[in-house]
Each structure stands twice: as C-alpha cells, then as structure tokens.
C-alpha cells in the first residue's frame, strides 16, 4: 500500500471520488456536493487558513486503485483550549481492512506530532462544528447536509487503534404533528398568556435586524462552550445571509421578553431531501433539478440548525411555547412531516433534556474520538458544560 499527499488536480479527484466508489450499493448515502468538499480545502475560501493549516492523503493498493483517504488539520485557535494541544482528522473513508485505516490515521499522527500536537480528534472539521463532525455509529439513515455518513465497521477501525469517545453526538427526530406531552404543553401554555412574551416568525426584509438579535441570544447561550468564541456582529450577518438562499419564514422563530429577544428556533428545509438528486453536482443542470424539486416539495424534512434560550429563561417552558408557537403555522401548511435537530452534545444535558422533554427520540448518534500521543498520559471527556 502506498500513501500519497493531495497535491495536484488528479489526487484532489481521486479524495472526491472515493465515496461515491465505496459507497455504492449504500441505499442511504447521500453523495455531498462536490463543492462543498473543495470549499473545505480551499485557501482562499476556509477563513480556516488564516490561523491553521491542513493535509492530505489517499491510500492506494498494489495495483494503485485509491482504497483510502483522509484529512488531517491544526486550527490554532483552539488547540491549546483542552488539557493536550490537539489537532484534528476528518473525511477518512477506507476499504474494510484495518491495517490500511492505521496507515491513514498514523499518517495524521505522525505530521500532527511533527507540528507540536499531543492529541488528535476525530473525525472532525477544518472549520465549524456544525458540518462534518463526529463518526456515525448508530442509526444509519439518510444524513443531514453536510454531516458524515460512516460504514458501522469504521467504530472497530478507531477503537482498535486506540481512540476513546471524547463526547457523543445525539440528533433528535419527531413527526412535526406529534403533540407535546401534556406537562410539558402546560408549562408552555402559561407562558403563552404572559403578555410580556412575544414570538414571531423570521422576515426576509429584516434581516439585519434578526442577525443581531441571533448574536445577542448566541453569545449568551453558548459562550461557556468549550472551543467557543463570541460572536462578532459582522459574523451574524453573514450567518443571516448564507441562510437567505434557504429560509422558509413560516420555520425561523424567536422568543422576546418585553422587547428583548430570549430565544431562538431556527429551522431550514433538510436541505439533502433535495441534493440527493443531484449527484455530488450543483452545475447548471444541478441547479435546474434543484429548483423542480424545491417547487415540487420533494424536501419534507425540516432540519434546526439552532435552537437557543438565555440562561436565564431556560427551564421555565419557554422552551415548548416557542414550539408550540411555530407549530401552530407549520403543522396546518402539511409542507413538511419531519424534523430533525442538529446534534446535540453529551456535555450539554441541559439541551438533550429539552429535546426529550419535548417529545423527541434519538435517531442518530455520531462519536467525537480524542488520541492521546501519549498513553501513560491521563484521557479526559469534554467537560460537562453546567
């Protein structure tokens, strides 16, 4: 078996193409956007080059068939936030042979030990934990945009190598016309009578104005999380604008609190429901399919992408009546029947608490894998946020 760095157009091929090869006969694959991949790797675009850096490779058989890949990435802002400095791994694919998965992984170790590393995560992202992170290892359905879909041998290939589980990923799923259990629908209730609390639906015309109040409730619901940085306005507003292409204003809710926004429901159309027809390409015929299957209502799916409360109202039902009160357009449009949530972490019990407490079951779960370069050293989880 032969290692090769990405270097040049026919290798960068070769890392696109793998999937599709390996995971042909996989009924619930669904092949990523070719772009998508590239825009990972491309310095001018990954805003993630600016303060890190990144390789990689593929694995090659006798006969110089690509039988392996992976990806292997230093973001310098958050490697010293743990206990070890820690680079990450991620895109590794590989033919069911362990011994070709432990060239790919030492590969990573060895330039990661080179450049000052003690650990390694994975399979992770060169950029936001929101795309491309975890290993799946239970419910193998149709993934969410820009989310890891796995072989169940790929957990055996880490483990054995001798990764441990630095945190899970849960990704909650319920029927959009399922009630919320009576307690919890209660609580809700009362704080829809309070008049001091608002909600409202997004306005494509107000974006400005939603981005800020997105940054205000983020920066206060999600700061004390690890690897998390505030949220500079500028940010919110190109978070705002990447949606745009996307949003649906009857699935974007927030919460307000005598005018001050307290929280945040913000859902997209799955936006896979739709790619999965068009085969890896958003060319101009891509773009033709996706346009007839967005108009046709193939997508049936809502994803939320962020679902956030300040601390200080959580716990109080606003939780449900935020839910309550996008369900309350949703469910008569029929438009979607499904929802699924992005992945919640095993280190915020708080959040999985609140899915749960509204009604919804755990349909995939994906492990964030630490390797300590050093054994006898102690092995830490990502700690509990409180």
Same mark, same amino acid.
């Given at each position: 078996?032969?290692?090769?760095?990405?270097?040049?157009?026919?290798?960068?091929?070769?890392?696109?193409?793998?999937?599709v090869k390996?995971?042909?006969?996989?009924?619930?694959?669904?092949?990523p956007?070719?772009?998508?991949i590239?825009?990972?790797?491309?310095?001018?675009?990954?805003?993630y080059?600016?303060?890190?850096?990144?390789?990689?490779?593929?694995?090659s058989?006798?006969?110089?068939?690509?039988i392996?890949r992976?990806?292997?990435?230093?973001?310098?802002?958050?490697?010293?936030?743990?206990?070890?400095?820690?680079?990450?791994?991620?895109?590794f694919?590989?033919?069911?042979?362990?011994?070709?998965a432990?060239?790919?992984?030492?590969?990573?170790?060895n330039?990661l030990?080179?450049?000052?590393?003690?650990?390694?995560?994975?399979?992770?992202?060169?950029g936001?934990?929101?795309?491309?992170?975890?290993?799946?290892?239970?419910?193998?359905?149709e993934?969410?945009?820009?989310m890891?879909?796995?072989?169940?041998?790929?957990?055996?290939?880490?483990?054995?190598?001798?990764?441990?589980?630095?945190?899970?990923?849960?990704?909650?799923?319920?029927?959009?016309?399922?009630?919320?259990?009576?307690?919890?629908?209660?609580?809700?209730?009362?704080i829809?009578?309070?008049?001091?609390?608002?909600?409202?639906?997004?306005?494509k015309?107000?974006?400005?104005?939603?981005?800020?109040?997105?940054?205000?409730?983020?920066?206060?619901?999600?700061?004390?999380?690890?690897?998390?940085?505030?949220?500079?306005?500028?940010?919110?507003?190109?978070?705002?604008?990447?949606?745009?292409p996307?949003?649906?204003?009857?699935?974007?809710?927030?919460?307000y609190?005598?005018e001050?926004?307290?929280?945040f429901?913000?859902?997209?159309?799955?936006?896979?429901?739709?790619?999965?027809?068009?085969n890896?390409n958003?060319?101009?015929?891509? +773009?033709?399919?996706?346009? !007839?299957?967005k #108009?046709?209502? &193939?997508c %049936?799916?809502? /994803?939320?992408?962020?679902?956030?409360?300040?601390?200080?109202?959580?716990?109080?039902?606003?939780?449900?009546?935020i839910?309550?009160?996008?369900?309350?357009?949703?469910?008569?449009?029929?438009?979607?029947?499904?929802?699924?949530?992005?992945?919640?972490?095993?280190?915020?019990?708080?959040?999985?608490?609140?899915?749960?407490?509204?009604?919804?079951?755990?349909? +995939?779960t994906?492990?964030? !894998?630490?390797? #300590?370069?050093? &054994?006898? %050293?102690?092995? /830490?989880?990502?700690p509990?946020?409180?």
């Open positions: 078996m032969r290692l090769i760095e990405v270097f040049d157009k026919a290798t960068e091929h070769e890392f696109l193409m793998l999937p390996l995971y042909s006969h996989e009924p619930n694959w669904i092949r956007l070719d772009k998508d590239n825009l990972v790797f491309d310095k001018e675009e990954n805003k080059f600016r303060h890190g850096q990144a390789k990689r490779w593929i694995l058989d006798a006969t110089g068939e690509t392996g992976v990806a292997a990435f230093i973001n310098n802002k958050t490697a010293k936030t743990t206990e070890y400095i820690t680079g990450g791994i991620g895109f694919e590989c033919i069911e042979d362990e011994s070709a432990f060239m790919l992984f030492d590969v990573c170790k330039w030990t080179s450049q000052g590393m003690e650990a390694m995560d994975g399979p992770i992202n060169f936001d934990r929101d795309k491309w992170w975890g290993l799946l290892v239970d419910g193998f359905t993934p969410n945009y820009c890891y879909y796995h072989f169940p041998y790929y957990q055996g290939f880490f483990e054995n190598y001798g990764f441990k589980v630095y945190f899970k990923q849960y990704t909650y799923h319920r029927s959009v016309d399922a009630p919320l259990p009576p307690i919890y629908a209660e609580k809700a209730d009362r829809a009578r309070d008049t001091h609390y608002k909600f409202e639906s997004i306005q015309n107000k974006l400005e104005k939603y981005a800020e109040d997105f940054r205000y409730i983020y920066n206060k619901a999600w700061i004390k999380h690890s690897g998390v940085r505030e949220m500079p306005k500028a940010q919110a507003m190109a978070v705002m604008k990447q949606l745009k996307v949003l649906d204003e009857d699935i974007v809710w927030f919460a609190y005598n001050e926004p307290v929280g429901f913000i859902m997209i159309p799955e936006l896979n429901q739709i790619f999965k027809f068009l890896g958003l060319n101009w015929w891509g +773009k033709i399919k996706f346009l !007839y299957h #108009l046709m209502g &193939s %049936k799916k809502m /994803f939320g992408i962020a679902f956030g409360i300040i601390p200080e109202f959580q716990g109080k039902g606003l939780e449900g009546a839910v309550i009160a996008a369900a309350k357009r949703i469910q008569p449009m029929k438009k979607y029947t499904d929802f699924e949530m992005n992945w919640i972490g095993s280190f915020n019990p708080k959040m999985i608490k609140i899915c749960e407490s509204v009604g919804s079951k755990v349909i +995939k994906h492990h964030t !894998y630490r390797y #300590l370069f050093d &054994s006898t %050293k102690p092995f /830490f989880e990502a509990i946020i409180e």
